[in-house]
């Protein structure tokens, strides 16, 4: 059973950085794509970053590049989220994301992810 568990989420301010984790447990990840998504009250879920679990390549919503960098530890199962110049827009549940099968895919869609975590809540004040 695959279990996706994020951390870090928190209060900063505008400006300011978190980091945000993701481990990953219940099966060997090789080939997937993990995905990081938010969503902030109201709004539909939304694509911020992607990391291919093997390869290494990596995609990006526009207005996070540049300010946000996702990488993997493959050896200890983590993904991370490093969320630097933090804007008050970027107020939202975050979540982790595993894709099982990203061949053909955008890697941006919520409905081509098979694997959730339960989220964690970053606040950014102004």
């Known amino acids: 059973q695959v279990r996706l568990v994020e951390s870090g989420g928190g209060l900063a301010q505008a400006g300011g950085s978190l980091r945000l984790s993701c481990q990953a447990s219940?099966?060997?990840?090789?080939?997937?794509?993990m995905g990081w998504f938010r969503q902030a009250p109201g709004k539909q879920r939304e694509f911020v970053a992607a990391i291919h679990w093997s390869l290494g390549s990596t995609l990006y919503e526009d207005s996070v590049k540049g300010r946000f960098t996702i990488s993997s530890d493959t050896a200890e199962n983590m993904v991370y989220l490093q969320m630097n110049s933090l804007e008050p827009a970027d107020t939202a549940v975050y979540y982790c994301a595993a894709s099982r099968d990203p061949h053909g895919t955008t890697w941006s869609k919520p409905y081509e992810y098979d694997y959730w975590g339960q989220g964690t809540q970053v606040t950014v004040s102004s």
């Open positions: 219940g099966r060997p990840f090789r080939g997937y794509v």
